[in-house]
């Protein structure tokens, strides 16, 4: 049992690892606290019962039978879980983890992180936020500071409850890291130069989502907003408030979620994202970085090989129609418009197994939805110290088809770090070459999370460039001759 700012918690005890679930970090964000910044949490009477996730926020990542998307989830979402390892009469490091989803699905409870806080010796949190439209809807009408971002707004509620309740988990609320992958990723990007997020962490690390990649501008946003307020017949302005909070929730999810099944050149193409030049994100992340105005924390920062196979196989191949030899030059001319010519003579469709492949490869190259390159403006931007990899698992993955290997794709490292299964639930088999590399990895994050360096065998990027990581090997890796980054950089 362990008490709380809000309240009395009571979670499980196994073998000497602690869990609790489903603690609220901030109120429902229902009625008219919809589209409004994350109010406290009401405290409770006697011993709330910390031993079952909470809701998820509201998502359409699960089809019923008739195959079409069903809502689900709740919109009060806003809960935490915490584990941590057997009492060790020292605060531990904290790693506060963001999930995936394309801003549109995910929470925090399915990233089982026991192996983490054992091996590792940290305190984990794993966060619910606000998703789709109730997450990042941007519109005109909506007067709240935080318009636009109210999932990242949410975060840092997190965070903030992290500061002032962690020490009674035995964490150390003065050495907290903010860790994402994909979505989570580019939340911690947004959160590295949000001027709120500010004194609430002290190391980042990020996975699968470069923080040189530009967000959504405010302008764009609302005009989305607005398209999105008609479309739900809520187009007149000075009613459109009013209009979209009375809405059953159920109507304001899984909007343009067919966005995330296509492979874009450019990640604020997808239908909900964070967006800047508002109160929560002033800036666009690489802008605030060039003008020293982040948050000068220690970063771990990388993609993983083949991020863009995920994309390119969900769109093609997995859909029963892989990019052909024919279709491929004019896919390239509709990504690249005069720069096409350029980009076919660098990546020739003969030069590779398959057209998809060779698509996915020059995408995952340039890296401005997610991939290697445009990492590259970022490591030169932070001033402070950056230690970027490269994830290259040596076991091949087929395609789901078995037309497209996956290689290392779009989340591939996840596992490693993750059991990823619900809590309780038996971990994936693994080989042993697979284990070693977990153990490695999840070495040097929580070195890190302890120290700020993830250990004396991983440079920083200035001083000795990238590592790859994989289960063949470890060692430097040139991304700029890996990934032709000149030729990226010159198309710019």
């Not at 690892?17 to 994350?38: D, K, S």
């Not at 619910?128 to 636009?148: E, K, M, S």
């Not at 408030?241 to 809405?247: G, H, M, P, V």
């Not at 998809?356 to 590259?376: K, N, P």
Request: proline letters at 10%; hydrophobic letters at 40%; a negative charge.
């Amino acid at each position: 049992m362990v008490e709380t700012s809000a309240g009395l918690v009571q979670g499980t005890v196994t073998d000497g690892h602690h869990r609790f679930q489903g603690i609220p970090y901030a109120a429902p964000p229902v009625g008219e606290l919809r589209f409004r910044a994350p109010q406290p949490a009401p405290p409770w009477h006697g011993v709330r019962d910390a031993t079952q996730p909470g809701a998820f926020c509201p998502q359409t990542w699960e089809t019923g039978p008739d195959g079409r998307p069903v809502v689900q989830g709740s919109e009060d979402c806003l809960f935490l879980n915490v584990d941590t390892p057997a009492p060790s009469g020292r605060p531990l490091p904290v790693m506060v983890f963001l999930h995936g989803g394309g801003f549109t699905g995910g929470q925090g409870a399915p990233y089982d992180p026991a192996r983490i806080t054992d091996q590792g010796q940290v305190v984990v949190v794993t966060v619910n936020y606000r998703l789709g439209a109730l997450g990042f809807l941007a519109h005109p009408a909506l007067d709240d500071p935080t318009v636009g971002n109210f999932g990242l707004a949410d975060q840092q509620a997190a965070l903030r409850w992290v500061q002032r309740n962690i020490g009674a988990f035995g964490g150390d609320p003065g050495n907290v890291t903010l860790w994402g992958e994909s979505a989570g990723a580019f939340s911690v990007c947004s959160q590295l130069v949000s001027p709120g997020a500010q004194g609430l962490f002290h190391k980042a690390i990020v996975q699968s989502g470069p923080c040189s990649n530009d967000v959504l501008t405010r302008e764009t946003a609302e005009r989305r907003g607005v398209g999105t307020a008609e479309q739900l017949g809520c187009a007149d302005e000075g009613q459109a408030s009013a209009c979209l909070r009375a809405l059953p929730f159920a109507e304001l999810v899984g909007l343009g979620e067919a966005e995330l099944e296509q492979a874009h050149r450019y990640i604020a193409s997808l239908p909900w994202f964070p967006v800047a030049g508002t109160t929560v994100l002033p800036l666009q992340p690489i802008e605030a970085f060039r003008a020293g105005r982040a948050n000068d924390v220690p970063l771990i920062h990388g993609v993983t090989r083949d991020e863009m196979r995920f994309w390119v196989g969900l769109a093609y191949d997995a859909a029963g129609r892989p990019v052909s030899a024919e279709q491929y030059p004019q896919i390239i001319e509709d990504l690249y418009g005069t720069d096409a010519a350029e980009v076919l003579a660098q990546y020739p469709v003969t030069g590779y197994p398959t057209p998809s492949i060779a698509l996915a490869t020059a995408l995952t190259d340039e890296g401005r939805m997610v991939g290697t390159c445009s990492q590259v403006d970022l490591f030169d931007a932070v001033r402070s110290p950056v230690y970027g990899f490269e994830f290259e698992f040596a076991e091949p993955l087929p395609g789901s088809d078995g037309t497209m290997p996956l290689g290392a794709q779009h989340g591939a490292d996840v596992p490693y770090f993750f059991d990823s299964a619900f809590p309780g639930a038996p971990p994936p088999s693994r080989t042993p070459e697979q284990n070693a590399l977990a153990e490695q990895l999840i070495r040097w994050w929580s070195t890190f999370a302890s120290t700020g360096v993830p250990g004396p065998d991983w440079p920083t990027f200035r001083e000795g460039g990238a590592i790859s990581i994989s289960t063949a090997a470890t060692g430097p890796v040139d991304i700029g001759r890996e990934h032709r980054c000149d030729f990226w950089r010159g198309l710019q």
